[in-house]
């Protein structure tokens, strides 16, 4: 069993509509949530950090942490074309390292 | 505010040269990490530096790979000898702690191949 798990995808949207990126972790230990965005040949950007159960909305971003289920997820409302991208999932145990997913790439058809 | 920038941003050698990798992290960021992409594979961690200190070096894969961050500022990652399976894209990150959690940044990476 992988640390870090997300469906590769790819998945695919229509312009407007809602996207729901999964991600299931291992280390029930684990204390931080980051999901990061990558376009093809660019540098992982961070849009979103979560450390406590529940919901955290940024603009039209929100991140959902279940530590009993050992499960985090982002929504994408009003999906735009430009959204298009790898999505990864972070998962930081009691140390400092990340453990990464191998990414969900999500495709927004205009 | 400068991101984290790396250099070089592409790197072809062949089987036993040697390479150097150099990040420069957000000025001010104490925290600093190298993690390694494999084709088809996750990002990976190799080390982690807290100023010029190593702290976990636990992910480097063997004893060709030498990081340093003299004076806290900088670092470099070597390769020597390079091997066909050192071939990836290497990436710099940085962080200074925040409350409840360590934000890492990334820098755009040095696509490393070994031929």
């Known amino acids: 069993q992988k640390e870090v798990e997300q469906n590769s995808g790819p998945l695919s949207v229509p312009e407007g509509a809602i996207a729901s990126l999964n991600c299931t972790y291992s280390d029930r230990g684990s204390q931080s949530f980051f999901w990061y965005r990558q376009y093809s040949g660019k540098s992982p950007e961070l849009i979103m950090s979560?450390?406590?159960?529940g919901d955290k909305e940024d603009g039209r971003f929100t991140a959902q942490l279940n530590k009993a289920s050992q499960y985090v997820s982002l929504l994408i409302r009003d999906s735009q074309p430009s959204d298009s991208a790898t999505y990864l999932c972070a998962v930081n145990p009691v140390t400092y390292k990340y453990i990464f997913g191998t990414g969900t790439r999500l495709k927004v058809l205009a | 505010e400068a991101g984290v920038t790396q250099f070089p941003s592409h790197s072809v050698i062949e089987k036993g040269q040697t390479v150097t990798l150099r990040c420069d992290p957000i000025s001010g960021h104490d925290n600093l990490y190298w993690y390694r992409r494999v084709m088809g594979k996750e990002i990976k961690f190799l080390l982690h530096f807290v100023k010029e200190s190593k702290q976990d070096e636990s992910g480097m894969p063997n004893n060709r790979f030498l990081a340093e961050r003299t004076g806290g500022t900088y670092s470099t990652l070597k390769v020597q000898p390079a091997e066909l399976e050192d071939s990836g894209v290497y990436f710099c990150?940085?962080?200074?702690?925040?409350?409840?959690?360590?934000?890492?940044?990334f820098g755009p990476g040095t696509r490393l191949t070994v031929t």
């Open positions: 979560i450390y406590s159960n």
């Open positions: 990150a940085s962080s200074q702690e925040i409350a409840g959690g360590y934000e890492q940044y």
